[in-house]
């Protein structure tokens, strides 16, 4: 019962570097996002998924890239981390586009200084 | 830019009491979600309203839509301490109703 998880947790990154976060899941669901979360700003949409091999932009793409290798994996990188990256990331993914509910994982707490 | 704003931002009740929480959204949906976040948590699906439904229940939670005034509200009775959380409304209006756009959500806290 593992649903969807993400890794890390927590980082800290210095400006300019990069790393790769991991979400997984396994209830073998074809759609999947990356969430930003910010204070006082609800959740915004990075990237999403509508399958294994397919990516498209969401609301605020910039200075992310995401890949979809295997269906049951979402990456999201940061080529190069700027301090306005500093954010919690959810990873989501339902059965159907936002006609049944999204699962969520527990969050991953980004600090860039 | 966000679809669904909730109001109001933070409220705090008393063990026992009702609390309501509002949000209204700008483009047509097919359907809204509400979801519920504890601190340092992801977010939990709570219920999910089609555009023509009128109401819906789930054991102490209430949903209301109003498709004509663009809104929704969601009613928790006989709150507990355990309902302290953000609560947020989601519509299937992002990315070409490929994914859910959130609202800024509203901050409940319980008084035991």
């Known amino acids: 019962n593992a649903g969807v998880t993400q890794t890390p947790k927590f980082r800290v990154l210095k400006t300019g570097q990069s790393m790769t976060l991991l979400c997984a899941q396994d209830?073998?669901?074809?759609?999947m996002y990356w969430y930003r979360q910010d204070p006082g700003m609800g959740l915004r949409l990075i990237h999403y998924s509508v399958g294994e091999g397919t990516t498209a932009k969401g609301e605020v793409p910039d200075g992310y890239n995401v890949s979809r290798l295997k269906k049951q994996n979402f990456l999201l990188g940061l080529e190069s981390a700027a301090p306005s990256q500093t954010s919690v990331y959810f990873c989501a993914s339902s059965y159907l586009p936002a006609d049944t509910e999204a699962f969520f994982g527990q969050g991953t707490r980004l600090t860039v200084v | 830019s966000q679809q669904g704003e909730e109001d109001p931002q933070a409220l705090s009740i008393q063990e026992g009491e009702n609390a309501t929480m509002n949000c209204s959204y700008k483009t047509s949906i097919n359907n809204l979600q509400w979801y519920r976040q504890n601190s340092g948590r992801g977010l939990v699906h709570l219920i999910l309203?089609?555009?023509?439904?009128r109401e819906k229940h789930s054991g102490r939670l209430r949903v209301t839509l109003d498709t004509s005034k663009k809104s929704s509200s969601l009613l928790i009775t006989a709150s507990r301490a355990a309902d302290t959380a953000s609560y947020f409304c989601?519509?299937?209006?992002?990315?070409?109703?490929?994914?859910?756009?959130f609202g800024s959500g509203t901050r409940l806290q319980v008084q035991p």
């Open positions: 989601a519509t299937d209006a992002g990315a070409g109703r490929r994914a859910l756009t």
């Open positions: 309203i089609r555009s023509n439904e």
């Open positions: 209830m073998n669901h074809e759609y």
